[in-house]
């Protein structure tokens, strides 16, 4: 079992910057790739961006590429989303989910690939 929690949302205006945070607990045994994905109202889960274990390999929805940044701390067991140039289309609730993984390279970008999900953290920009 892998236990998440996301921190970091907030209220932020247009153009602006956040960090969220994503902090993994439970079988430490587990190699695994992290994604992170967001909901806005009356729409579906979309992916955002995914790392490996490795963090060498990365990947981003057109939607964010550039201007969203995933990456790693594996010793705090900890995965970040640098968010950037913010718009307002980026309002969501914004979950980190995590699948354990044979491979140090892999990545997932779909969520029915992803067994573990936080609770989700929201991310509300304003114009």
């Known amino acids: 079992q892998v236990h998440l929690v996301e921190s970091g949302g907030g209220l932020v205006q247009a153009g602006g910057s956040l960090r969220l945070s994503c902090a993994a607990s439970?079988?430490?045994?587990?190699?695994?790739?992290m994604g992170w994905f967001r909901q806005a109202p009356g729409k579906e889960r979309e992916f955002v961006a995914t790392?490996?274990?490795?963090?060498?390999?990365?990947y981003y929805a057109d939607s964010v590429k550039d201007r969203f940044t995933i990456s790693r701390d594996k010793a705090k067991n900890t995965v970040y989303l640098q968010m950037n140039s913010l718009k307002p289309e980026d309002t969501a609730i914004y979950y980190c989910?995590?699948?354990?993984?044979?491979?140090?390279?892999?990545?997932?970008?779909?969520?029915?690939?992803?067994?573990?999900w936080g609770q989700g953290t929201q991310v509300t920009v304003s114009s």
């Open positions: 790392i490996s274990w490795s963090g060498g390999n990365t």
């Open positions: 439970g079988r430490s045994s587990y190699s695994v790739a």
């Open positions: 989910a995590a699948e354990p993984v044979s491979t140090i390279a892999t990545i997932f970008h779909r969520v029915s690939e992803y067994r573990y």
